[in-house]
């Protein structure tokens, strides 16, 4: 009898043990496939950020020498950005409005953007910095 409660003991921790490696495969197969989408959407974002920060700065020293805003990004090239640089998350393209006092800079995620699904990327100015959206 008590040998049958010792093999009944060293199959459960032997199951246990292979179930916590098959857990710990899928895992880290699951970490694997994820990780470097969710790293590359995120060096999306971060470079969409740092070329749009790029652009507020031009759009500021345009606004301190004629009083106002550009009516759109291209009047800030080639005097105050050789080029506008790109968006490289979501659509890849900026949205630009502008008013005397304010300007409106995002990018859209896809052309589903207000959905409640789909989100933007948007400068709400220097207090607020770059906030996401839907």
């Known amino acids: 009898m008590r040998d049958n409660l010792t093999t009944h003991s060293v199959s459960t921790s032997s199951f246990r043990c292979l179930l916590s490696r098959r857990l710990l495969s899928i895992l880290l197969l699951t970490f694997s496939v994820c ?63 502008a008013d005397v006092n304010d300007f409106d800079l995002h990018v859209d995620e896809s052309i589903h953007t207000g959905d409640g699904y789909h989100l933007w990327l948007r400068y709400l100015g220097k207090e607020s910095g770059w906030q996401f959206g839907d």
Not at 54 to 74: F, M, S, T, V, W
């Open 35 to 97: 990780a470097p989408a969710c790293s590359d959407g995120q060096r999306q974002v971060d470079e969409t950020v740092r070329n749009g920060n790029r652009i507020i700065a031009a759009l500021e020293q345009y606004r301190d020498e004629h009083g106002c805003y550009p009516d759109k990004l291209n009047d800030l090239s080639p005097e105050y950005l050789a080029e506008i640089p790109s968006a490289t998350w979501g659509l890849g393209e900026w949205k630009y409005e």
